[in-house]
């Protein structure tokens, strides 16, 4: 029953911020490599953010490079996403799995967290 959940989505403001968690259950996420993906209706899931086995080696999408945070909590086994200046173009479902996808179990993607930001 390893497996990643989503939580944190909200309809926020532009300029608003949001912290997402992925919260891993049956495994410790520790030494795993961790990755946020975003999907908005009719597109394909695409790429956010990702944390290495160490926790110093990060790497964003340009599109919200200098505006999202990734990090790793061990004592709350979770993966943060923290999110500031949010825009309208930062709607979508957001979704974390192993990184990269297609490997180990859990490998499947979950239902995600929501998160609008509109005026």
């Known amino acids: 029953q390893r497996q990643l959940v989503e939580s944190g989505g909200d309809w926020v403001q532009p300029g608003e911020s949001l912290r997402l968690s992925c919260t891993a259950s049956?495994?410790?996420?520790?030494?795993?490599?961790i990755g946020w993906f975003r999907q908005v209706p009719g597109k394909e899931r695409e790429g956010v953010s990702c944390?290495?086995?160490?926790?110093?080696?990060?790497g964003y999408a340009d599109a919200v490079q200098g505006r999202f945070t990734i990090s790793r909590d061990k004592a709350k086994n979770t993966i943060f996403l923290q999110m500031n200046s949010l825009k309208p173009d930062d709607t979508a479902v957001y979704f974390c799995?192993?990184?990269?996808?297609?490997?180990?179990?859990?490998?499947?993607w979950g239902q995600g967290t929501q998160v609008t930001v509109s005026s």
């Open positions: 799995h192993l990184d990269p996808p297609g490997g180990i179990e859990p490998d499947s």
């Open positions: 049956g495994f410790r996420l520790t030494y795993y490599a």
């Open positions: 944390i290495g086995i160490s926790d110093r080696d990060t």
